[in-house]
């Protein structure tokens, strides 16, 4: 038993402390900006006393000379100065962050990495690059981390990776963090995820929980809005989204299907617009989209009124397959065609509401037509897609099955939704 006096002795370890920037390469992240299959966006964090970030880069191999026949490229930086916020221990430091974009590599081949300085080098990381043709793959889909990132997340997120190690990225459905300025919650959010963020890229879209109200100097709010300080220096994404919502309103094919990230907490009517020509221009066989706030609710006494208004009708107009969303802490998943009800088992989509992290809601009113519910559940999801076959899986915290279906295509583009856990109770 530990004695009282003992525990009095004890001081809590500020956090802050332990996420300070090194010169050793940190929160080293793997996403895309171009090609997935030719293309790869290498992204981590030192001090300022790094001056000329680098990457080594080479196909994979057993042996362990892997600098021999490894390329080196050089990196660009950015200094990112923590902002004066309310936070009481959001104490300011400058970080900085270096980007890499790595073009020209060959498809469906292993690749390993490393990024530094020359002298302080993190670990060598391997990747794989996609294949340049539609092929099946899977990834995992997350609802909002959020809070006690660190403490009650981290497990969810290697609980999907033992599952589906191979998966081709990892998607993030905004709500990433708590306080979008907060350094600490950003070094939570990489403390979880690790190295798996090193080795599968990922595919993050805002929350509002991304965003922070400005601090003037006299430590007045001004009412303005900002995205996290972090998220455009640690997010690198393709730049064919509306102007102003860069890294955040983006789309990547990837083997067959068209990812879409929506930037829900920002300029709607300019993103219907974009989204309807990007859907028009598809070639792809599968449209996957997230994006944070959702189109049908799940959680009680919330709606999103105006942006089912405006993306609605071109969801439906392009028949879009499956919408990942999160920002109610709950889970609810849906099938809805134009004038049908929510559960409709021939064509429309699917909308899916997921939560990974700790924070919890109610179930609300809509809660009752949908096809599975859960309250006090923490979730990942497993998305399998195919030529003619998505199959997704949602799991909960535990890796117990939790949700289970298949959106079946024919050669005409007619959808049916397949049940895979039979007639079952919505949830609890
Ligand atoms: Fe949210
Ligand atoms: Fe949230």
Known sequence: ????????????????DRYRPTPIPDRVILTWADDPATSIAVTWRTSRAV????????????????????VQRDARHI?????ITEVKDNTPFIA???????????????????????????????????????????????????????SRWSRVVREAYSDLPKASFVLHAGDLINRAERDLEWGEWFEAGGWINARIPQVATPGNHEYYRLINEKGERTGERALSPQWIPQFEYPRNGVPGLEDT????????????????????????????????????????ITFHHPMFSTAKGRDNAELRAAWKPVFDRHQVDLVMQGHDHTYGRMNLATG?????????????????????????ENAAQMRRTAAQTQLYQLVHVDQ??????????????YDAFEILKGADGRKTIVEKLGRRPAGP
Request: aromatic share 12%; proline share 5%; no cysteine.
């Open 1 to 16: 038993m530990i004695s009282t006096a003992l525990l009095l002795l004890q001081q809590p370890f500020d956090l802050n």
């Open 79 to 83: 200094d990112v100065a923590m902002p």
């Open 96 to 150: 900085r962050w270096h980007t890499v974009q790595v073009r020209d590599l060959t498809p469906k081949t292993a690749y390993v990495y490393r990024v530094g300085d020359g002298v302080n080098w993190s670990e060598w990381h391997g990747f794989r690059t996609a294949s340049d043709r539609p092929e099946p793959f899977s990834f995992i889909y997350f609802g909002d981390a959020q809070n006690d990132v660190r």
């Open 340 to 364: 049908l009800t929510m559960q409709d088992d021939s064509s429309g989509t699917v909308y899916v509401v997921s939560v990974s992290g700790p924070k919890m809601y109610e179930l609300g």
């Open 51 to 70: 001056g000329q970030g680098r990457i080594q880069i080479r196909p994979s191999g057993a042996g362990p000379s892997l600098e021999a026949d490894a």
């Open 388 to 401: 003619n076959k998505i199959r997704y899986e949602s799991r909960t915290a535990t890796g117990e099955l």
């Open 249 to 288: 309103n983006y789309f990547i094919d990837y083997q067959g299907a068209r990812i879409i990230s929506l930037n829900s907490s920002e300029k709607f009517a300019e993103q219907t617009e974009w989204l309807d020509r990007v859907l028009t221009e598809n070639r792809n066989r599968w449209t996957l």
